[in-house]
């Protein structure tokens, strides 16, 4: 056994976690075991050790048994370590001197009906965490001030209402945004269920606010380009992609006075580039010099540099007194400095064409709900007038199939998951035919109607009185009639147990929503993981749905997984709060896992700094000799460094060489020299 | 070959934002598997010394894990790398003393990924019980 500087006096204490942990393994005789072990001068156990009297009984311990050191057996660190180490605080120990061993997550919950085999794990396990806590040293947390601004990735309606809230908190908020205009994906809708509220009209107050706000910094046209720092000090640069137009601003600093885009639009009428306009899904046609829609925020127009040909019919159009255009304008790079950040990257919809069964992108008459929600819209392109797009005709038999792509396992672009908001949406649609359009008949497949919010079931029950049919029966395929450009929708009626055959005019697919294209290299910037479906991870499905595993960086919208507007926007103002508790409280504590050079043993050989990603290792001159030092504010506290030294002179604060090695020994020698 | 009542020493070094996060997962989701495996807990798989792995080997271990983040997920950038980098190094290591390869193991478990630990957990149990006791504790005493 390795040698301790002070006599180990160890206090072990086990969780019943109520039968949790009491259900599967023998609490009895792990305590009987821990009693036994070396260094463990007390062993008791609770229901609930996490309870206050739960912690008091370890409080109590400390000063009773003159502990140095404190072992809780119960669930998984990744929960309850804060609570136990402030208990070991508060019984005077220093909060380092603590080590969990993980008998519930990891052993009792996973064995559930092996006795002997969970038991004897638990014991094991407190034997490798005394082992450890046996050599545990007095440690003291690193405070760094935080950063008084925060970044929000995505200006769609969930980063703008986080962007508002923080700024009002009065936070100096960069709100960053990939496409032209802030606005997202809401700007595309027509009307918002369940109350049909025009969406624009409730977007657009919000996308001026973000505009006006002294507190806000906004980037449109701008990617993040990369990440450093940790939480209170990020480093970001933000590549602002070429536009092609001056702002105001920009005009005057290059000595153009009163110049700039105004937005009249006079570029665009001379633009001789016609290109389908990605925000009405392509049904419409945009020029190379663009506003993405009639209300964008910035007024600002843009240049596509993949279709300009450079022609400069537009720099004269636009004349010699606002001089807004440079064709050669080039992306620019800015560095910001922010305490924390706000992801809020939204979503795109899967390939659906890729589902051949329902002829997307093969018969005209098959259209993609967010192309209803265009082709509807009174200031989309038929000015809001429901059209077939094969004849123009207008459409009285529309099929709606739902769950396309959703709730699917056969695999290929198919998620298995519930997409969330297109029951709702097809519900709006129909309710919206059944009112523009006299006598047309929406007919709805669905498999069920997942109405689930407030007022929800409420406007479901609506649109069927209303004559909506509904048809439960996952969609098998969709023909075409080649002469009529008519639809005939196979199904099985599963509640008259038939196939049926129905002639539409029209169809529209709910198409599943998946994670966006570039939310993985994003995630793979900030540090943040993935669910198993590709959606980033929150911190806790329950206890911290805002958060992430990486400090300081946060989540908001469908980026964490699909959810209608008012969910989005309620995430949103979860996570501006979280992400304004540490600027508002000035500093934060990092876990002290520094890494130290031992300088006797060092040689100085300079292997070490390659390994580490941060750069917080350089080689100095100390006393003669060159040897490896620390930047303690770079160092993270991954160990890689530690892990790879020939020499074992890296020393990694609580999890050092000796105290890995003695957990190893523990388990495989069980106190005995081989 | 083995006795049926031997219980494999397995030692798994595992770190603390994918793989253990993905193990608490498994427990929250009462995926059941073999209680053979020991883990201990790090910050990075990149903490992992080759010479912890040998230690274990020494002790007597009859098996051991290693497992971290996917490429690209580490929690510290690149971690991960560079571990996996040391396993080759190390299995070279293991098949020149004449120890099975096979008795070390890297894995990559997200911390989504209960049920893949539930299957890796699985897996490392049953390769190393068709392996048998390391060869490593005859010559020992």
Known sequence: MADTKEESRIGVFICHCGTNIAGSLSIEDVKKYAETLDGVVVADDYQYMCSTPGQSKIIDAIKEHNLNGVVVAACSPRLHEPTFRTATEEGGL???????????????????????????????????????????????????????????????????????????????????????????????????????????????????????????????????????????????????????????????????????????GDCAEVCPVIKPNPFEMGMAPRKAIYIYHAQVMPLLYTIDFDSCVKCGLCVDACGPEKRAIDLESVDTFEEIKVGTCILAIGYDYIPIEEKREWGYKQFDNVITGLEFERLICASGPTTGHLIRPSDGQTPMKVGFV????????????????????????????????MEKIPGAVPYLFYMDIRAFGKMYEEFYYRVQSEGAKFIRGRVANILEDPTTKNLT?????????????????????????????????????????????????????????????????????????????????????????AASIPIHTGEVQLEPYFAQCNEEICAGCGMCLNQCPYGALALVEKNGRTVMEVTEAKCKGCGTCGGFCPGGAIKMQHFTSPQICAQIDAFLLKGEDY | MTDENWNPKIIAIICNWCSYAGADLAGGARIQYPPDVRAIRVMCTGRVDPLFIMKAFQDGADGMLISGCHFGDCHYLEGNYKCAKRMFLVKTLLKNIGLNDKRLRMTFVSASEGAKWGEVMEDVVKTVKELGPSPIKKYQR
């Open chain 1, 94 to 264: 220093n909060k380092f001197r603590f080590e969990m061993a993980n008998i519930r997550d990891q052993n009792s919950w996973v064995h559930m009906h092996d006795w002997e085999g969970a038991t004897e794990k638990a014991k094991d396990q407190v034997l490798i965490a005394v082992a450890k806590c046996r050599m545990l040293e007095d440690l003291q947390p690193k405070s760094v001030p935080v950063e008084h601004a925060a970044l929000v990735l995505g200006a769609g309606i969930g980063g703008m209402q986080a962007a508002l809230d923080l700024a009002s908190a009065g936070i100096k908020t960069y709100l960053v945004e990939k496409l032209p205009t802030v606005g997202g994906r809401m700007s595309q809708l027509d009307k918002t269920f369940p109350t049909l509220d025009c969406s624009q009209c409730i977007l657009t107050p919000k996308m001026v606010d973000v505009g006006r706000h002294p507190n806000i910094e906004l980037r449109t046209y701008t990617e993040v380009e990369k990440v450093e720092g940790y939480i209170g000090n990020f480093t970001i640069t933000l590549r602002k992609k070429a536009r092609g137009v001056l702002d105001p601003t920009e005009a005057e600093a290059r000595g153009y006075v009163g110049g700039g885009c105004n937005g009249c």
């Open chain 1, 402 to 433: 739902l769950c396309a792509g959703s709730r699917d396992n056969t695999g290929g672009v198919a998620k298995p998951y519930c997409s969330r908001f297109c029951c709702m949406y097809c519900l709006k649609h129909a309710h919206q035919i």
């Open chain 1, 489 to 577: 929708v196979y199904t099985e009626d599963t509640l008259l147990g038939r196939p049926v055959a129905m002639e539409m005019d029209m169809v529209v697919l709910a198409a599943a929503v998946q994670p966006k294209a570039d939310a993985e290299k994003i995630r793979q910037m900030f540090g943040v993981s993935k669910s198993q479906d590709g959606w980033l991870l929150e911190a806790h499905p329950k206890l911290n749905p805002c958060g992430t595993t990486t400090a300081g960086i946060y989540l908001a919208g469908v980026c964490q997984g699909p959810k209608d507007i008012p969910d989005t926007v309620a995430q949103a103002e979860g996570a501006a709060s």
